[in-house]
């Protein structure tokens, strides 16, 4: 059973910074792209950042460029997502997704993890 769990949200003030994780489980991921997306009240699930399970490939939304980081750790099956300068509409569910395929369109991601929430005050 392909299980994501993350890890790592919270209640921070606008400037901070949080380090999600994302800690992969249930089956080989080769070929997979591991990805985040996030969810804000009344809004649809946008793509934030995605990489390769092998950690040679990183696409980051140019919205969020400069301030977020996708990386990930081969002997931990965990990916991570390293969220700098926060800022209050950064306010959000942050899920970690996992997809054969491009893991750019919520519709079409294999498997998601359960979220955890990131709340940004100003």
């Known amino acids: 059973q392909v299980q994501l769990v993350e890890s790592g949200g919270g209640l921070v003030q606008a400037g901070d910074s949080l380090r999600l994780s994302c800690a992969a489980s249930?089956?080989?991921?080769?070929?997979?792209?591991m990805a985040w997306f996030r969810q804000a009240p009344g809004k649809e699930r946008e793509f934030v950042a995605r990489?390769?399970?092998?950690?040679?490939?990183?696409y980051v939304a140019d919205s969020r460029k400069g301030r977020f980081t996708i990386s990930r750790d081969n002997a931990k099956n965990t990916v991570y997502l390293q969220m700098n300068s926060l800022k209050p509409e950064d306010t959000a569910v942050y899920y970690c997704?996992?997809?054969?395929?491009?893991?750019?369109?919520?519709?079409?991601?294999?498997?998601w993890g359960q979220g955890t929430q990131v709340t940004v005050s100003s």
């Open positions: 997704a996992a997809d054969r395929g491009s893991a750019l369109n919520a519709k079409t991601v294999d498997y």
């Open positions: 249930g089956r080989t991921f080769d070929g997979y792209m």
């Open positions: 990489i390769t399970w092998s950690g040679s490939s990183t």
